[in-house]
């Protein structure tokens, strides 16, 4: 049975720091690409970031620069590191973990920036 659990999320004020977690059991973590996700109330769900097995990592032009996208596959887990937070940063972030057809999610970890 796959699992992905994020965990980290939490209220923050602007310019501030959180680190997300996504612990993955069930699969073969250093085989799979990652990613993090985000869907703001009323808006389409974006891709944030992603590392893939080999460590490439990519960013949304919104994040980059603030943001960084990082695997520990001994721990099987991703992070998430974001910093200078904005409100525009508020919604539920999502793991997501691809390898093929296989495509597999969290189920969320809520984010608010807000002063």
């Known amino acids: 049975q796959v699992q992905l659990v994020e965990s980290g999320g939490g209220l923050v004020q602007p310019g501030g720091s959180l680190r997300l977690s996504c612990a993955a059991s069930g699969i073969n973590f250093s085989s799979y690409a990652m990613g993090w996700y985000r869907q703001a109330p009323g808006k389409q769900r974006e891709l944030v970031a992603t590392i893939g097995s080999g460590g490439t990592k990519t960013y949304v032009d919104s994040v980059k620069g603030r943001f960084t996208i990082s695997r520990d596959n001994a721990k099987n887990t991703v992070y998430l590191q974001m910093n200078s937070l904005k409100p525009e940063d508020t919604a539920v972030y999502y793991c997501?973990?691809?390898?093929?057809?296989?495509?597999?999610w969290g189920q969320g970890t809520q984010v608010t920036v807000s002063s």
């Open positions: 997501n973990a691809r390898l093929v057809h296989n495509n597999y």
